[in-house]
């Protein structure tokens, strides 16, 4: 089970940090990663992070967003700098372990003045 949250309202130009947290051992888990979904647009891809620490990141992230994990706390973070109103979405935690996706509940973020 993943539970998201961190989500909010927050200014253009402003920062959030996401986090999702499972409800055992992360270590195994092949990614995890964040995906968006805004209204009227299919879910996208926003970071990934592998069990080795590898990233990757959509182009419209890179160079804001940081994804990060502590196997400690079995949890990964999405912090998200310089936001902007497109990056105005439902943002869901996604686990991909032994061939099967597993979802969070979705986090609102909405980029507003």
């Known amino acids: 089970q993943l539970q998201a949250s961190g989500g909010g309202l927050v200014q253009p130009g402003g920062s959030l940090r996401l986090s999702c947290a499972a409800s055992?051992?992360?270590?195994?888990?092949?990614?995890m990663g964040w995906y968006r979904q805004a209204p009227g647009k299919q879910r996208e891809l926003v970071a990934v992070?592998?069990?080795?620490?590898?990233?990757n990141y959509a182009d419209s992230s890179k160079g804001r967003f940081t994804i990060s994990r502590d196997n400690a706390k079995n949890t990964v973070y999405l912090q998200m700098n310089s936001l902007k109103p497109e990056d105005t979405a439902v943002y869901y935690c996604?686990?991909?372990?032994?061939?099967?996706?597993?979802w969070g509940q979705g986090t609102l973020v909405t980029v507003s003045s």
């Open positions: 996604n686990a991909y372990y032994q061939g099967a996706n597993y």
């Open positions: 055992g051992s992360i270590l195994r888990i092949n990614f």
């Open positions: 992070i592998s069990s080795g620490g590898g990233t």
